[in-house]
């Protein structure tokens, strides 16, 4: 097949503009930013972060992409995230996908992108994990802020891999993960106590990951699978 018959490419994004993503994705997750609040514009965020305001808006073309905000011509960028995760599944793939299902692919790809993520991070990537863990460690009885922020945390981990299609594979997991069905699981189970054991797990998983130890982290992310496995198999 000829060259001009294949579809173009995208490349993954720089390392600074990667920084902008998370920082904003973070903002917009933990609600700094809530749903339909306008961000600052292109010129301010470039200021603040101190980068050009061209790495500002390809990181705002990433974020709209990815369906967390919209940009209206002449108005800016709004944010669309539902932070209740009760809205549709973005892709008909995960709107298809069943809790078992997703329990599956769970399992197949969440070992392999620790271990990615630990070869590849940067210490700044390691970072924002790190400001997401202490959010996250921050919750006491919220059940729908620990989900947003464990999912953040997941998200992170997969751009930390650096590998394209992790993280389209990652993304679309992360879409399955906010249908309702496991949104009203968790808010039936995650009591204060069973928070507070899901930060213990999360600050042992970020500590492996900070000193690189994959054999560890890769065992946090198994007993989080079965965790979440045997409170779906208690719903059934």
Known sequence: MPNSALPPTTSLPGATVKYVIETLSTRIVTQEYATEERLPS??????????????VREALDQLEARGMIRRRAGSG???????????????????????????????????????LAIVNMSPRQIEALSVVLSKMEAVQTDAAAFVRLE???HRLLAEGTGNPLVIACYNLVLDARRQSFRTAMYRRHLTPTRIAIYQQGYNGLFNAIA??????????????????????????
């Not at 010129?43 to 050009?52: F, M, T």
Request: a negative charge; aromatic letters at 4%; glycine letters at 8%.
């Open 77 to 115: 960028s709004f944010v669309t995230y539902d932070p209740d995760g009760q809205g549709e599944a973005l892709s008909p793939v995960a709107a298809e996908t069943g809790p078992l299902q997703l329990q599956v692919m769970r399992g197949i790809i969440e070992p392999e992108m620790v271990r």
């Open 151 to 153: 999912e953040e945390f």
């Open 42 to 55: 292109e010129r301010q965020l470039a200021q603040e972060l101190g980068v050009a305001r061209n790495t």
């Open 211 to 236: 000193a690189r130890d994959i054999e560890e982290a890769s065992e946090f992310m198994k007993l989080a699978l079965i965790e979440d496995q045997r409170l779906l198999l208690q719903e059934g």
